[in-house]
C-alpha cells in the first residue's frame, strides 16, 4: 500500500511566521502535490512538482512556495503566514502523469494562523 | 471553464436505504472520473476511475457509472460504516489537472 505521511496532524502559527508542511511518500512516486481544502470549496491545487527540483503552480499559488530536492518529500512552505491560510492541507502522490494514475493522499495537517 | 458539481451536498439514510450520488460534469475534453471517499479528519480515499461513458465499477455495495454528462455512485443496502463524505473529480486534458467536487456527505443511521 502506498503510504503519503504529513509530518504534522495540526499546526498552531502566528500571522507572519514562516512555516514549513512536510509530506513523505515511499512509493517512489513521479508526482507530488499539495492541496488545501476548505469548507464549502472544496479541494483546491496549490502546487504539483513531476520531478525532482521541477515544480508547477496549481490553482491557488499567491503565498506559497514549495520544495522537492528528492524524490519522496515535498515541502510547502507559506513564507509570511496569514489568517486566510487556516485551513486543511493535504499531500498527495501518483506513480506517473496520466489519467490511469490516481493521487493518494496523507491524513492532512490541519493549520491554524492566529 | 471545467465544472464538477455534486449532489446532494448531504444525504441522510437509514441502514439497508439504497441511493445515488450524482456528479455532473461540464468539463472540456474529460479523459477519466474518479471518485474517492473522505472520513472526517482523513485524506480522501481512491475508489474507482472511469475512462468512457457506460462504464461500471462496482466495489463492495459501491458502483459507479458514467455518462456523457455525468457520474453516479449507487450505494446498495448501505451500512453505518459506509458514512463518509464522497468526492468526485475530473481528469482534463493535461497531465495533472484535476478539477474536485465539493463532495456529498452521506450519513448512514442503524
Known amino acids: 500500500d502506498v503510504k503519503v505521511t504529513q509530518s504534522s496532524r495540526y499546526l498552531v502559527k502566528r500571522t507572519g511566521e514562516k512555516v514549513f508542511l512536510e509530506c513523505v511518500q515511499d512509493?517512489?512516486?513521479?508526482?507530488m502535490f499539495w492541496y488545501r481544502q476548505d469548507p464549502g470549496l472544496g479541494l483546491r491545487l496549490i502546487y504539483f512538482?513531476?520531478?525532482?527540483?521541477?515544480?508547477e503552480k496549481g490553482d491557488i499559488p499567491e503565498g506559497y512556495s514549495v520544495s522537492r530536492e528528492k524524490k519522496e518529500r515535498f515541502s510547502l512552505i507559506l513564507e509570511s503566514a496569514s489568517t486566510n491560510q487556516t485551513s486543511m492541507y493535504l499531500c498527495?502522490?501518483?506513480?506517473?502523469?496520466?489519467?490511469?494514475?490516481?493521487?493518494?493522499f496523507g491524513n492532512g495537517t490541519r493549520l491554524t494562523v492566529t | 471553464e471545467d465544472q464538477v458539481t455534486q449532489s446532494p451536498e448531504a444525504l441522510r439514510l437509514q441502514e439497508g436505504e439504497s441511493s445515488s450520488l450524482n456528479c455532473s460534469y461540464t468539463?472540456?475534453?474529460?479523459?477519466?472520473l474518479f471518485w474517492y471517499r473522505q472520513d472526517p479528519g482523513k485524506g480522501p480515499e481512491f475508489l474507482f476511475t472511469?475512462?468512457?461513458a457506460g462504464e461500471e465499477k462496482e466495489k463492495e455495495r459501491l458502483k459507479a457509472t458514467l455518462t456523457k454528462k455525468e457520474s453516479f455512485l449507487h450505494i446498495t443496502a448501505p451500512k453505518p460504516e459506509d458514512s463518509a463524505t464522497y468526492l468526485c473529480?475530473?481528469?482534463?486534458?493535461?497531465?495533472?489537472?484535476?478539477?474536485f467536487g465539493k463532495g456529498t456527505l452521506l450519513t448512514v443511521n442503524p
Open positions: 498527495a502522490s501518483s506513480r506517473w502523469t496520466g489519467v490511469g494514475s490516481p493521487l493518494h
Open positions: 512509493m517512489d512516486h513521479e508526482n
Open positions: 512538482s513531476y520531478d525532482v527540483k521541477m515544480k
Open positions: 468539463v472540456s475534453g474529460l479523459r477519466g
Open positions: 472511469l475512462y468512457s
Open positions: 473529480a475530473a481528469f482534463v486534458g493535461s497531465n495533472y489537472k484535476l478539477t
